[in-house]
């Protein structure tokens, strides 16, 4: 059977740029189930991806990233797919979610992610050290995998949730 994939719609950009709330929105308003990649490998694990880093490693929490994209490959249901953060990094996870659905990068600037996440604890990849500094460095990295990975790009930063949501829905039309 030939499968419709494309209709998912697939949330990339940097942690803090807004994936699960856009996602939330997108959720109530499309009528479409939310998947998030994070909570589903921390369900399947049964600990949260800090402990993955921790015990795991940074790499095997990658390789169960793709092994969960390829999965949602097989679904025939449509549906809002929010992506962790290091998602597209990997050319052949781009690759995949570019089959899965319509992928749109959430883009927002160092200076949005340093004031949303400055107070949080649950991204691996942020603590011990100086945060901005890791903010703005990897981002910069990223941010030519976001772009070339997506269907279509949202500037976040000064919009609310709502905004984005209609932005993408005026986008998908
Ligand atoms: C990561 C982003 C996180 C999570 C993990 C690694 C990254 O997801 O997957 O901590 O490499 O940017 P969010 O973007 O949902 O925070």
């Known amino acids: 059977m030939e499968r419709n994939t494309k209709q998912n719609i ?21 009528r479409k189930i939310l998947l998030d990649t994070d909570k589903e490998i921390e369900r399947r694990q049964g600990k949260t991806v800090s402990d993955i880093f921790a015990q795991d490693g940074e790499e095997a929490f990658r390789r169960m990233e793709t092994e969960y994209i390829k999965e949602l490959l097989n679904a025939t249901e449509s549906r809002i ?13 781009r690759t995949l979610l570019k089959k899965l ?29 100086d945060a901005e500094k890791k903010i703005t460095g990897l981002l910069a990295k990223r941010q030519d995998f976001y772009k070339s990975g997506a269907d279509m790009i949202i500037r976040t930063d000064d919009k609310s949730i709502d905004e984005i949501a209609e932005e993408i829905m005026a986008g998908l039309k």
Do not use: H, W
């Open 10 to 30: 697939i949330l990339t950009g940097f942690m803090g740029s807004g994936k699960t709330s856009v996602g939330i929105c997108l959720s109530y308003r499309l």
């Open 81 to 93: 797919v929010s992506t962790g953060g290091g998602m597209p990094v990997r050319e052949e996870n």
């Open 101 to 129: 659905g319509t992928v749109i990068y959430l883009e927002a600037s160092p200076e949005t992610v340093y004031e949303r996440l400055k107070e949080d604890t649950t991204r691996p990849l942020l603590q011990n050290g």
